[in-house]
């Protein structure tokens, strides 16, 4: 039972990636699923969420326009479309699954330690 995050690499800026959240073991499609990220030096942030239920989805303010964030059930995962990379976008991307504090708590920090699931992270570098 596990979550893996993969699709991270070198982009120039202006570029895009699409990052993949993938379940094995349990059905992604009764969790919410957020993506967050980690820059060096700095704190983890939330940059995107889904709800399970509903279908809400929410973005952190640095990433509205640019990101997206998309439900395959099909394949059991969720996918974060990156377009118009910049290099402040450099960082570890994270995603995370949870079937009740998904998207409630997603920007309440305090809570994300107690997720159900967490991917191991994949490397994003925005540079030329």
């Known amino acids: 039972v596990q979550l893996q995050a993969s699709g991270g690499g070198l982009v120039q800026p202006g570029g895009s990636l699409r990052l993949s959240c993938a379940a094995s073991?349990?059905?992604?499609?009764?969790?919410?699923v957020g993506w967050f990220r980690q820059a060096p030096g700095k704190e983890r942030e939330g940059v995107a969420c889904m709800s399970a239920t509903d279908g809400s989805i929410f973005y952190g303010d640095s990433v509205k326009g640019r990101f997206s964030i998309i439900r395959d059930d099909a394949n059991n995962a969720v996918y974060l479309q990156i377009d118009s990379l910049k290099p402040e976008d450099t960082a570890i991307y994270y995603c995370?699954?949870?079937?009740?504090?998904?998207?409630?708590?997603?920007?309440?920090?305090?809570?994300?330690?107690?997720?159900?699931?967490w991917g191991q992270g994949t490397l994003v570098t925005v540079s030329s």
């Open positions: 995370a699954a949870d079937m009740v504090l998904l998207p409630n708590t997603w920007t309440d920090s305090s809570s994300w330690s107690l997720f159900d699931y």
């Open positions: 073991g349990f059905n992604l499609g009764y969790y919410g």
